[in-house]
């Protein structure tokens, strides 16, 4: 009785690939575009979750120079 409950949650057989590719590829999932918005500093088209390059690289600069400046404080 015990076992019968930790092993409740599993899956009893594998879901096949063709169930897997039509979830995945489903014709209605492919209509709908991406979102597609422009960097509010550069004006570059990217998506709206994902950091411009340009932009990523002027704050990693930035950072790094913040990074020797605390470097050269400490020693």
């Known amino acids: 009785m015990f076992f019968s409950r930790l092993l409740g949650g599993v899956p009893k057989l594998r879901t096949s690939k ?3 590719l039509q979830r995945r ?8 575009p ?6 509010p500093e550069c ?3 990217l998506s709206p979750w994902v950091c411009c ?4 690289q002027l704050i ?5 120079k913040i990074k ?3 470097i ?4």
């Open 18 to 20: 063709p169930k897997v």
């Open 60 to 64: 990693k600069e930035e950072s790094e």
């Open 72 to 75: 050269g404080n400490n020693s």
């Open 53 to 56: 390059l340009q932009c990523y």
């Open 34 to 39: 991406s979102p597609i918005a422009s960097c």
């Open 43 to 45: 004006h570059n088209s």
């Open 25 to 32: 590829f489903n014709p209605l999932r492919m209509l709908c």
């Open 68 to 70: 020797q400046k605390m």
